[in-house]
């Protein structure tokens, strides 16, 4: 059975908002997914994406588990916080109208990357398909609810049709970033054109990091220069930075205890911690340690980076061969520097069907 394609157009109705995007497929398409073993879920936004089945399966795909889980790295990244990318009097790429109405949600962005959301995620259907869960985390801002759109795609069987690599040059600072859709890099164009020679009707475009990478990680976000080269680096020096900022403010008296702020931010992430480990039905020695490492070693460790993203790759779609949201990229983050001044990417092809 060839694959079935849909895109659904999605209205939050919160900031942060779950939509269960199985039961929408079947109340406006009916049983198309339960016709195929396989689903592929792509959302194309920066603060809008889906988890891995392994982690939803831990959650037993349930809105009451997913809650605390998410609920932890939005108190790590807390709105209103002192975010560069929220200073859009320094965001030089913006117009004075756009500055007007542009949100403040650096928070909702480092929320996403830190939780391991993804752009786009596939999903094995055993028997009837199971949730696959929307998340959002901007999902209402003070100009109203934002439209939102997920293309879904029905299939059975997948077969890998070219490998590549590709070396990405970083810098030599421990902390750096890599956008690959830069034009002045040519790594993203290369890859388009390279994609686009085999002719796929429905595919995946895997980029996942050479065995031998380590201190570096996968992301696909927006990438603006002050959230990822600012933000992000304070996140990766110390993962408290902005949670403990919250604590400050809360405080009666910051300045004659400061001790109490970083104090603070660890006693409430405790019982976020409990909080999600509950939903993920850890046991208490399990928390412990989780915990322990959180605070003691450095975000990097802790911050749910992966490596490797998947991209949706199309015959028919005007954004193809490779789509990507308006805002979307894929970007490599390292928090030590690359012994040899780049980094190795294998792309994978592969064809959906």
Same mark, same amino acid.
């Given at each position: 059975?060839? +694959? ?63 809650? +605390? ?16 990318? &929220? ?19 650096? &928070? ?19 028997? /009837? ?13 003070? /100009? ?24 990405? +040059?970083?810098? %030599? ?8 859709? &830069? ?24 980029? @996942? ?42 405080? %009666? ?25 509950? @939903? ?12 322990? %490492? ?42 030590? +520097?690359? /012994? ?14």
């Amino acid at each position: 059975m060839a +694959p079935a394609e849909l895109t659904l157009r999605l209205t939050p109705r919160a900031r942060y908002d779950v939509i269960d995007v199985t039961r929408r497929v079947v109340e406006e398409h009916g049983e198309l997914l339960g016709r195929h073993a396989r689903a592929l879920y792509c959302s194309y936004h920066t603060t809008a994406g889906y988890l891995e089945q392994s982690l939803c399966a831990r959650l037993q795909y349930s809105r009451q588990r997913v809650d +605390p889980f998410i609920r932890l790295f939005q108190r790590l990244f807390p709105p209103e916080g002192p975010y560069r990318h &929220d200073q859009l009097d320094l965001r030089s790429e913006l117009s004075p109208a756009e500055r007007a109405s542009e949100p403040k949600n650096a &928070d909702s962005h480092l929320a996403f990357i830190g939780s391991g959301l993804r752009n786009c995620v596939t999903y094995v259907h055993r028997g /009837a398909p199971v949730p696959a869960w929307f998340i959002d985390l901007d999902g209402v801002v003070p /100009a109203g609810s934002r439209q939102r759109q997920t293309t879904v795609v029905g299939y059975d069987r997948e077969t890998v049709v070219a490998e590549r690599e590709v070396a990405l +040059p970083v810098s %030599r600072h421990p902390v750096d970033s890599v956008n690959l859709r &830069d034009p002045r890099l040519g790594a993203f164009a290369e890859l388009c054109g390279w994609a686009a020679g085999f002719g796929l009707e429905h595919g995946r475009l895997d980029l @996942a990091l050479a065995p031998g990478e380590t201190h570096v990680g996968l992301t696909v976000n927006e990438y603006e220069t002050l959230l990822m080269q600012h933000d992000l680096v304070e996140v990766l020096r110390d993962p408290l930075r902005f949670a403990a900022e919250k604590g400050r403010n809360m405080l %009666r008296h910051p300045l004659a205890i400061p001790g109490k702020t970083l104090n603070y931010a660890k006693y409430d992430l405790v019982h976020v911690f409990n909080e999600a480990m509950d @939903a993920l039905k850890m046991s208490e020695s399990a928390v412990e340690k989780l915990l322990s %490492r959180v605070l003691a070693v450095p975000a990097a460790r802790f911050l749910r980076l992966k490596r490797s993203v998947s991209l949706r790759v199309s015959g028919r779609d005007p954004r193809g061969p490779v789509v990507c949201g308006t805002y979307q990229s894929p970007i490599l983050v390292q928090w030590r +520097p690359a /012994a040899a001044g780049q980094r190795t990417l294998r792309a994978t092809l592969v064809e959906l069907s």
